[in-house]
């Protein structure tokens, strides 16, 4: 069973400050990672998408790796700003169609 | 505009009385599937579908039921709600299974006393 872990669980940087979110998962037999971001109480917002044959993707000041073979993907985000505060979580989906999340990090930007 | 829409959006409802969320998605999605997601166990998926009349399991689905009888529609019914089946329940849908990301419907807050 494919288990997928983020940590820190809760991080906050004053503003201006790179983030680095890490994600790992046991299982390297996947399809594709994503990264979501959620605000309390609402849905989930995709932001980041790699397919399992690349080793990053990036769209503005955001910016995610993977390493397949060691099971993990990192999530940068440049030059943070208070409404990048909210909880970031991510996800693989593995061979057999899964989709499995991790706990998400919470993250704090203060101004 | 392509979105997941998911009905109601809050449902406050009693022990036993059977409900149904619906899940509705406009992209032409083949794969579609439930999620709950509770403070401190993450979200976790609860059925998915691959095409219209295929389900199956997901990590958590005692208590639950899906049906697929359109592409467009994946309904969440819950035959005799339980306190514990009290979540935010998302819907998500994805033009294939795998090589493809995920869209996520606005989610459904479910509270059972």
């Known amino acids: 069973k494919q288990e997928v872990t983020q940590i820190p669980a809760a991080l906050s940087v004053p503003e201006g400050e790179n983030l680095v979110l890490n994600c790992s998962f046991t299982?390297?037999?996947?399809?594709?990672l994503q990264w979501f971001r959620q605000d309390p109480g609402k849905g989930l917002t995709s932001l980041l998408l790699?397919?399992?044959?690349?080793r990053e993707q990036t769209s503005g000041r955001l910016n995610a790796s993977l390493d397949k073979s060691s099971g993990r993907s990192t999530l940068y985000i440049a030059a943070s700003q208070p409404g990048d505060s909210a909880t970031y979580l991510c996800a693989v989906i593995s061979n057999d169609y899964k989709l499995s999340f991790g706990a998400g990090t919470t993250v704090t930007v203060r101004a | 505009e392509a979105q997941v829409t998911q009905n109601p959006r809050y449902l406050i409802t009693v022990t036993g009385k059977k409900l149904t969320v619906t899940c509705s998605q406009n992209?032409?999605?083949?794969?579609m599937s439930w999620y709950r997601q509770d403070p401190g166990l993450g979200l976790r998926q609860i059925y998915y579908?691959?095409?219209?009349?295929?389900?199956d399991k997901g990590d958590v689905p005692e208590g639950y039921k899906v049906s697929r009888k359109e592409k467009r529609n994946f309904p969440l019914i819950l035959e005799s709600p339980s306190p514990n089946q009290t979540s935010l329940y998302f819907c998500a849908s994805s033009p294939g299974t795998g090589f493809h990301g995920q869209y996520f419907g606005p989610g459904t807050r479910l509270t059972v006393t």
């Open positions: 790699i397919q399992s044959s690349q």
């Open positions: 579908s691959m095409n219209v009349e295929v389900t």
């Open positions: 992209m032409n999605h083949e794969y």
């Open positions: 299982d390297s037999a996947i399809y594709n």
